[in-house]
């Protein structure tokens, strides 16, 4: 049977919800992965998204103004992400939701930096990502916290002393992720055996794995995403025995098609879960629970929306300025 884990390393829910009457229209670009590489992972958030805007516009008429969507496909690519920021300042949007990989947003934060636009990501764990500067945010964790508390997590509470790193090159979530693992599960004493690297566009990982026949490891460590559990298959399949561990990469429903439900014992980060002991969270997921289940990175999203909300109810001239000075 399989025995995935999750070790939720932060949840911020908002209880404040600002309410909006039909009057002024202020635009709010959202900037997702609608087709692409990353469209699977970020499907579901567009209909949260949408119930979240509809809550808030709906709660109460109390305010003279409504807050306006605007979708824009970002095509997982960074092209299409630098276009998606462009078209949100020529819409002259209040404010940016981005709901993409780390690869895409950066480029669209960039713009959004430059365009001084306030932008919010829900899912992106890159640090250069709100390093870009000041207009820019986020609601998750990032990958250098992320990297330390799993690293921590295989040397304390998994004792822990080998390790086994695979990283995605063509990704930075994945180069900053494995960088920050590597460096503090050996600054604690760890010692990282091998590394091996794949890109985004291979699609076998049998001959890469068959380099790790014979080695003898305590944590296999993949910074990827749903390819993750194909790869951590493979090692299997070769009868490697080691403990598989994962960033929050391996949230989404993808992973598990890919293998995640095969692998046998493995843990990864993640930064919520419908699990958690916590009465908000609870409630959220009782409301909103849509198909199966909620994903974390449906939930992160509808969490930035409410963060817009209340930080617009909060300004005087619903201006972009006003905006990122109360965020």
Known sequence: ?????????????????????????LKVAVICSQTGAASNE??????????AFKEINNTSSETDYKIVPIFIND????LGARFAAE???T?????????????????AAKIAQYRKIPMILSIATSPA?????????????????QGKMLSSFARIILKAKTAVIIKKTSCDYSLVLTDVFRSNFTGMGGTVIKELSYSQNDISFKKMVSRLFNISMDILFVAGHYESGLIVKEVQALGIKTIALGGDGWSGPTFQKFGGKDIETGYYSTH???????????????KYDLMDSIR??????????ILLAAAIARTENKNREEIKTVL
């Open 1 to 25: 049977m399989s025995k995935i884990h999750l070790i939720v390393c932060l949840l911020t829910y908002f209880s404040y919800i600002v309410c909006f009457s039909e009057a002024e229209e």
């Open 42 to 51: 970020v499907s579901q958030c567009v209909e949260l998204v949408k119930i």
């Open 75 to 78: 095509h997982s690519s960074i």
């Open 87 to 89: 078209k949100a300042y």
């Open 91 to 107: 819409e002259n949007v209040c404010a940016i939701v981005g709901m993409s990989w780390s690869t895409f947003s950066i480029p």
């Open 129 to 145: 990502v709100t390093r870009t500067g000041n207009y820019i945010f986020r609601v998750c964790f990032n990958d250098e916290y």
């Open 272 to 286: 919520w879960s419908k699990d958690m002991q916590n009465t908000v969270s609870d409630e959220f997921f009782k």
């Open 296 to 305: 974390v990175a449906a939930a992160l999203a509808y969490d930035a929306i």
